[in-house]
């Protein structure tokens, strides 16, 4: 089977480069955070507000993947932090060398927690490790109570989920209680946040748990699937 | 460049066995869509109301795509059609000889029109053909008015997007006109129907046009491309 060993070979060269990475920012104390999601589940309006509250407070850089336009960085520097622009131009994920290569363009002395905003995509961006500290799945309360069964991987790899557009819940119809029960049943260590980024609810806890996790008051073994 | 000459291999041999499939249903005068979308953007929603409003007049058959779990496949087989569950298993998208394989499943004899509802995914199911005679993609009303833009190729291998979720418009930041143009400028042949699977508003237009595709009272040139 050629295709797949050549495919496991590609994700071997990956995590070669991903552990390069780690090194890296780990040496600068930078924490990293490689944040998923499908399209359109506010990604990147909870990078707006997020990087909005921490101004002054943490050095916030973001690497920003998408298949196509700077729509997004423009948003992202507009909002006041240190962003670096990453198209795929039709690749489905982001990979270690593309980190590898943006983080070149990334003043490191000046941050102190990093985002990665990776593709919108529920499946491939899982199988990818970018040299992160942790993953963040975010979900919105408008695209179903059924995605952990559905898309279990990304569930398993990933240590925080946010649930986001909460102020539509009156709108749909939307099993909260269910999504956290089936996110929780593929992975007991899940931390969750609840949120909108519409109205703000929320984002307050969210914000204390990302200064914590800068500062290093969070240990990474919590991260890996062991108790903390 | 392996990499790419082998992806390239695949995606020939993906060819040649789409365009079995379409011989194979031609000639017994079904008609086929492919439908896409990102996660829960209301495709299987989409055809549980379709087939409730088509039954008795349509035979319909559904192929349902999954990475995992035959959820989607119970709610379309509840609403009264022939259906088959592909479950990838991690795969990101549907490829031609999963459906070769589910084909041997459907009563053929029973159905004039067949839905294959590929992965919930806007990147990979734009590059894979599946045999089908068009291809519709779903974009919501919650995902964000940038999508069109973002995600290029999917809008321009389609020949039909389905604007959904329209009761949500109230309680959301999303630039209809803004959305249209966009999926217009990259792909002017685009027919649109906006709708809400909510209220049914839209639906009859849907279903109409849906019945004129499967009595192929529309001429499939329109959807090469060309002008019909």
Redesign the interface.
Known sequence: M??VT?AQN?LAVNDTVAEEIQQLLAGRGIRTINIMS????GKTTLLERTIERLRGQLGIGVIEG????T??AERIEAAGAETVQINTR???HLEAHMIRAALSEIDLARISLLFIEN??????PAAWNLGEDTRVVVV?T???D??P?????MFAVSQVMVVN?L??LP??DYNLEKVKRQALAINPHLRIFELSCRTGEGLDRWCEWLVEFADGMIPLRSFSGEEA
Request: hydrophobic share 30%; glycine share 10%.
């Open positions: 050629p295709k050549i590609i499908s399209p359109g589940a998408d298949v196509e336009t729509a997004d039709g690749a489905c593709i919108g995509n529920l499946v491939c919105s408008t695209e179903g059924d995605k069964a559905k898309y279990p991987q557009k102020d539509l709108y749909v």
